[in-house]
């Protein structure tokens, strides 16, 4: 039997940072999701609505990588009342040719933090005007922060807004990136302010109403929304559907009954058969994405497998190459 590799949490943050590699790997997975041939099963959630928690299970198979991961990703958004962390989890790696298992992941949703930025970077790499210099970013968490890290990565931002609900979080966050990034970052206390003329603006909440309202929004703009992966969630107005130029999903079967695409279509605001185009196919060319200067170009991202099999295989390639982990065999 074959040796089976841990990473804990504090090697992995070593092993994978948020970037250009990170990015780069994440690109490739939507690329190979364009071709056609990757195996990747609708997302399983297991809802706990007396514990305010629910669970996601995501995979994928990527014929050209020789490993597939499989994640549990747990949400339990009370555990803060009790001193413990809303989101954790894990990721295993197992061979594609013989279904044993190579390493086990214990990244407590770091990984997916990581995978989540980069495509939050791919789609403003592919999506915004190449001169894109404000972002303005809705929210103050961990992913707002790593959002803004990650849009650095391909455009040359050189100033931030921040909004949240919570404006002391949103202050106190603002002054950390701009310490941190060495570029100009504001909290913001009106979020249609925040909106208005950024380059790039990105949603990163767990809203269950819209935060961000199409009227806000005018030509020339990129818009990332990333907290919509459950279908109670809800960031972005469902008319900006229709106002985008171009709406793009990470995966249209998926955007139809989780994403923002799925609040329009519940608005009829959008056909539910509509062929939108995939993020995976306008990086492969197969379909187009910003076509002028002027686009209103919307991004709906609710995280794909392929993005943790692509993650999760950096991190063990890494982790092989440095000899970093403990081997055990199985």
């Keep these: 039997m074959p040796d089976v590799t841990i990473l804990t949490e504090k090697e992995l943050r070593k092993l994978v940072p948020l970037d250009a590699d990170a990015v780069s790997v994440v690109e490739e997975a939507f690329r190979a999701l364009a071709g056609g041939a990757v195996v990747m099963p609708p997302i399983l959630r297991l809802d706990l609505k007396e514990a305010n928690g629910e669970v996601d299970v995501k995979t994928a198979y990527v014929p050209r990588l020789e490993s597939f991961a499989i994640k549990i990703s747990p949400g339990f958004f009370d555990n803060p009342k009790i001193g413990l962390p809303s989101v954790n989890g894990l990721m295993m790696l197992l061979?594609?040719?013989?279904?044993?298992?190579e390493a086990a992941l214990l990244d407590n949703g770091y990984l997916t933090d990581v995978r989540t930025a980069a495509a939050g970077a791919v789609a403003a790499k592919h999506l915004s005007r190449e001169d894109s210099e404000t972002a303005a970013i809705f929210g103050a968490g961990v992913q707002a922060r790593l959002q803004l890290e990650a849009l650095r990565l391909v455009r040359p931002i050189r100033r931030a807004r921040i909004w949240a609900r919570d404006a002391v979080k949103a202050e106190a966050t603002a002054a950390d990136l701009e310490k941190r990034l060495g570029i100009e970052v504001r909290a913001s206390a009106d979020p249609e302010k925040t909106a208005r003329g950024a380059d790039i603006i990105v949603t990163t909440t767990p809203s269950t109403s819209p935060i961000l309202i199409a009227d806000w929004i005018s030509s020339g703009q990129h818009i990332t929304a990333m907290g919509s992966d459950a279908e109670h969630k809800n960031e972005i107005d469902p008319k900006l559907v229709g106002k985008a130029d171009r709406y793009i999903a990470d995966r249209l079967s998926q955007t139809r009954i989780l994403g923002e695409l799925h609040h329009a279509i519940a608005a009829g605001l959008a056909d539910a058969d509509a062929d939108f185009p995939e993020l995976g196919a306008v990086i492969a060319g197969k379909a187009?994405?910003?076509?002028?200067?002027?686009?209103?170009?919307?991004?709906?991202?609710?995280?794909?497998?392929?993005?943790?099999?692509?993650?999760?295989?950096l991190a063990r390639r890494r982790a092989v190459e440095l000899g970093v982990g403990q081997t055990f065999s199985s």
Excluded at 95 to 101: C, E, H, K, P, V
Excluded at 291 to 304: E, K, N
Aim: no cysteine; net charge negative; hydrophobic share 40%.
């Design 95 to 101: 061979s594609a040719r013989t279904g044993l298992l």
């Design 288 to 313: 187009a994405g910003r076509t002028a200067d002027s686009d209103i170009t919307f991004a709906d991202l609710t995280g794909t497998g392929v993005q943790d099999t692509a993650i999760a295989t």
